[in-house]
């Protein structure tokens, strides 16, 4: 058993691509030394800027032996079945046996495959690494033909102490690599993994990323005390920053606090995003604080007095910048940027931005009455100015602060506050874990602007395929139920979606089959959602058909969907639901595959007169006190007792079934039979539909 | 706090193009001059679009001013300029050590890799005008954007075999840098005392101003759209004609009259994307026939294959 070290080294690998890379490397390499026969202990991975090692233990050093018999074509078989054999299996003439068996003699070969040394395995596994990796983005470089991330400068490849020896396009493996760019050595030797890392850290470079992070962290919360304020926490720029740099060295610096009048956002953004720096806030009030923590990547002789005041320098001209675009945009209202959206293309079929917001207002306006405490105006209002910030200095700057400057800026012009957080909220929610919009006017732009997003696309055949979606259709989708069902909202949605088709300067007779394309693509929507949060499709599906089939407000509102859902899948844990399930069942079985003989619907009307037996009156009853029950239910969305209400029925089918013969010979009464047993497939349809449960 | 005092010994603007010249001309890099053409960016020099096509070794270093009419501030801006200088390098085959020969440059101008921090920064570098390609970073000097550096892949759609490595310095912003001062009209021009003293506000703020009020108000549009679309027609022609050196100086003339309508407001969007994708094919076209100008030769001394 020995250890596998293999490094890596290049010029600076981008940060966002580190982690990926080296969970690559490890499952590139462990993968090809099992394919080959090679067992391991561990295996770990690391990333710096500047390269990508692995490290492997209890390796054997040769692959086993391997022995194999196999039996070939019969003596009596012509010869070119035998050389086909003896090729196939890799042996000479003399290497066959002859053996007698009950069918005839045949030929045997015995095959000894010696182990392979676990060099040569990992020669070809890190040369195919190499070779096939899969990088985002890989480039050529001088007069080379591989390609890697960004020019490759030498692998290490290190097995029980030895160097292994192969080359990939004349990068010969060796035993050495470098430390730090500017505070180690140029190259040095290592024998094994615990050597590398020692002599690494000798050499200014911390190896594991874990041990950079933890570093930035302590030093961050240090040097943030020191100043009397708070680290703000941020894990992924905390892993970024530990991906710049070999051996990180925290250095705080401050910024003049006439900026802090430019919005938080602004100044975070610049710092973070542009600079990657850390942020800080005062303790006490919970604002953002004039301080800033950059993590450079050397001891520098002064201290770091330099860097941080070059550092603060930058700042301060971004700043000084954002400052002027802030003043810049204040100016101005933003009214006044209404006329440039419609030289802003939306979309070449669908429109300007400007033709886009006239839509919103409408359809904002209209959704105003679904949504309980939503001011029509202030929606119509707060659609108007939706993309007004579009065509600000700082949103030109900041493409990410769209709706957050316009929120500030329609303060500034003295809107309300439900008009300025609808501007900010619109684009809510992005994902599945982004926060959703709840105050009504919010909830009505939100809605407007992912529905006319939607309709649109859907409209120039530009729906999701696959794993295409290039107008993020889905994510606009799962918007629109997050909002409906989180805030409780009543919708038919086919109405909207009408509504909305409208709007657009589409054919008129598209209208209905965008309607009808969403709805459907809602339908799958949904499903996916509940499934994620741990439904079954099946129930899902059994009250989806009332919910796309609905016309009322009852049937269809997304809200009353996911209770339903919900009731229906308790209900059937339970032993009524059990019962009503195996009751159901048997009625419609037979209903069924009557219907489909006779091809016809048996759902007419039952003629009490035509009722016989007890059995079969006693159901009629049953079935009419239960639908009672259940309809009333299903007025005050009390699905539990509308199922409830129907279990009832178990009995008296059960009843039926052991003393009616259905298939009467007298036409009318079968007919009747069947009709009464179809009256108690639409009676539960009516909490779902329960012939699309399975199982 | 950040400190607005200039730093004592940094090196004026004219040394740290002469100090650069001279290391580039130490590394083996030909010192060129300028384009005599206005352009974006030096990159559009025919020493770096046209020589990272084919196979020959090529190391060249020289001043290209850039105009970007766009960002022009009536002098008025400490950090924005529509005419400024960059400093380029292009070395093909790019060779094994050119991070540290660039990192040697910086050296060379005064800044201690000791006192520094250094830093590559992903940026992948396009240009949708030049239909061109590479990866690289910005070099970061204390957080602040000292360099641009990039392999080529592509260029004019056309594979760059072997890759060149390009170096751009900003060289207002890196004087800037290295004289730690916080106005580019600031900048110590000449290193000069007294009456000899220069500034580069002394030299271009005046500029500045008048060119910021041709780009943005008195450019003639009609006289530039006409301009674009002679420039077009010629560079057609004379690709045609199959001289690719004339056709690729009417390429530049198109991209720069572009910037220009742009800067004047008449571009609208949703033009905007025809016209680069017009300036596209012209630069794709000059390329094109620049290769097959240059095939046979490079065939037969270089065993070049397309």
Redesign the interface.
């Known amino acids: 058993m020995a250890e596998l070290l293999i490094e890596l080294f290049s010029e600076e690998i981008p940060a966002r691509m580190q982690k990926k890379a080296s969970d690559d490397l490890k499952s590139m390499i462990t993968k090809a030394l099992k394919d080959a026969g090679l067992t391991f202990d561990a295996a770990d991975a690391y990333a710096t800027p500047r390269r990508l090692a692995l490290v492997v233990t209890g390796v054997p050093t040769a692959t086993p032996d391997i022995s194999e018999e196999r039996r070939g074509p019969s003596t009596s078989a012509p010869e070119k079945a035998l050389e086909g054999f003896m090729r196939g299996a890799g042996v000479t003439w003399d290497q066959l046996e002859e053996r007698e068996e009950k069918k005839g003699t045949f030929f045997y070969a015995k095959i000894e495959k010696p182990g392979r040394a676990a060099t040569d395995v990992i020669a070809e596994a890190v040369e195919a690494t190499i070779r096939n990796f899969p990088w985002p983005k890989s480039q050529r470089w001088g007069s080379s033909l591989l390609k890697w991330v960004r020019p490759l400068h030498s692998i290490l490849a290190v097995f029980g102490g030895e160097t292994v020896a192969f080359d990939v396009d004349g990068f010969k493996a060796g035993n050495t690599t470098r430390g730090h760019r500017f505070m180690g050595a140029d190259e040095f030797a290592v024998t094994d993994f615990a050597d590398y890392k020692a002599k690494l850290a000798d050499h200014k470079v911390m190896l594991d990323p874990a041990d950079r992070a933890a570093l930035i962290e302590a030093e961050c919360k240090k040097l943030s005390a020191g100043k009397g304020v708070e680290w703000i926490e941020d894990r992924g720029l905390l892993a970024e920053v530990a991906g710049l740099v070999e051996w990180p060295v925290p250095l705080i610096g401050g910024f003049d606090a006439a900026f802090m009048e430019v919005p938080e956002e602004v100044l975070i953004l610049t710092m973070k995003k542009d600079q990657k720096y850390f942020v800080t806030r005062d303790p006490k009030t919970g604002k953002l604080a004039p301080f800033f923590i950059t993590v450079s990547n050397i001891k520098a002789s002064d201290g770091g007095a330099i860097v941080a005041a070059g550092n603060e320098r930058v700042l301060t001209a971004r700043l000084a910048d954002a400052k002027f675009f802030w003043e810049q945009d204040l100016k101005r209202k933003l009214d006044d940027n209404l006329p440039a959206l419609s030289d802003i293309v939306f979309h070449k079929e669908l429109g300007m931005v400007s033709d886009r917001v006239e839509r919103m207002k409408k359809l904002s306006r209209y959704l105003a009455d679904f949504i309980p405490g939503c001011d029509a105006d202030e929606a119509e209002r707060a659609a108007e100015l939706a993309k007004a910030d579009l065509v600000s200095n700082m949103v030109n700057e900041f493409a990410s602060l769209q709706g957050i400057m316009g929120r500030y800026y329609a303060k500034a012009q003295g809107e309300s506050d439900a008009v300025a957080d609808a501007i900010r909220d619109h684009y809510a929610p992005a994902g599945p874990s982004d926060e959703c919009p709840s105050a009504p006017v919010s909830v009505a732009v939100a809605l407007a602007e992912k529905l006319d997003t939607l309709v649109g696309f859907f409209g120039i055949d530009q729906k999701p395929t696959g794993s295409k979606d290039p107008f993020a259709l889905r994510r606009s989708a799962l918007g629109v139920i997050r909002l409906i069902t989180e805030n409780d909202l009543k919708f038919v949605l086919r109405n909207i979606f009408e509504f909305a088709a409208k709007l657009h300067k589409f054919d008129a007779n598209t209208f209905s089959s965008i309607r009808d394309d969403l709805v459907v693509f809602f339908h799958d929507r949904m499903v996916v959602q509940f499934k994620d949060q741990g439904m079954r499709h099946d129930y899902v599906n059994a009250c989806m058909t009332i919910y796309m089939s609905g016309t009322s407000s009852l049937e269809s509102d997304l809200a009353r969907l996911k209770k339903r859902v919900t009731a229906l899948s308790d209900f059937l844990q339970t032993d009524d639901g059990i019962n009503l399930l195996a009751g159901y069942k048997r009625a419609i079985n037979i209903v069924d595959k009557e219907e489909k003989k006779d091809q016809v619907d048996y759902d007419g009307a039952v003629n009490a007169a035509l009722l016989d037996l007890v059995e079969e009156k006693t159901l009629a009853d049953a079935l009419a006190a239960a639908k009672a029950d259940a309809t009333a239910a299903l007025e005050t969305e009390d699905f539990e007792k509308a199922m409830a209400a129907l279990s009832t029925l178990r009995a008296p089918i059960d009843a039926f079934f052991d003393k009616v013969i259905v298939n009467a010979d007298e036409a009318k009464v079968r007919q009747n039979r069947l009709a009464l047993l179809s009256e108690i497939r639409a009676a539960v349809n009516t909490v779902a539909d329960f012939g699309l449960i399975e199982g | 706090?950040?400190?607005n005092s200039k730093k004592p010994g940094g090196m004026p603007f004219q040394n740290i193009i002469l100090t650069l010249q001279k290391y580039w001309a130490d590394q083996g890099c030909a010192i060129l001059q300028p384009y005599d053409m206005e352009m974006g960016a030096g990159t559009f020099h025919t020493a770096t679009t046209l020589k990272a096509l084919g196979p020959e070794t090529w190391n060249a270093a020289f001043v290209q001013p850039c105009r970007r009419p766009t960002d022009g501030r009536y002098g008025e801006n400490?950090?924005r300029l529509q005419h400024y200088y960059q400093f380029q390098v292009i070395l093909k085959?790019?060779?094994?050590n050119m991070?540290a020969l660039y990192l040697g440059s910086l050296e060379a101008i005064g800044l201690d890799?000791?006192?520094?921090?250094?830093?590559?920064?992903?940026d992948?570098w396009e240009s949708p005008t030049l239909g061109a390609w590479?990866?690289?970073?910005e070099v970061w000097?204390?957080?602040?954007e000292v360099s641009q550096y990039t392999?080529f892949?592509q260029m004019g759609g056309y594979d760059c075999?072997?890759?060149s490595?390009e170096l751009t310095y900003g060289l207002e912003r890196l004087a800037m840098?290295v004289q730690?001062v916080?106005n580019v009209y600031d900048l110590d021009y000449n290193g000069g005392q007294g009456e000899q003293a220069m500034t580069y506000g002394d030299i271009f703020q005046e500029n500045e101003r008048q060119q910021s009020a041709y780009n943005f108000e008195h450019a003639n549009t009609e006289k530039l759209f006409d301009d674009f679309k002679k420039a077009q027609d010629e560079c057609a022609r004379l690709l045609e004609a199959g001289l690719p050196l004339p056709a690729y100086e009417q390429c530049i003339k198109s991209s720069h009259t572009f910037n220009l309508l742009d800067a004047r407001g008449v571009i609208?969007?949703?033009e905007r994307q025809a016209y680069i994708g017009r300036v596209r094919d012209l630069a794709k076209g000059c390329c094109e026939k620049w290769i097959e100008k240059n095939a046979e030769r490079w065939t037969r001394d270089f065993e070049w294959e397309a």
């Open positions: 706090m950040a400190q400490p950090m085959p790019s060779p094994a991070q890799k000791n006192l520094h921090d250094f830093r590559f920064v992903e992948d590479g990866l690289g970073w000097c204390d957080g602040m392999y892949q075999k072997p890759v490595g840098f730690g916080d609208s969007v949703t």
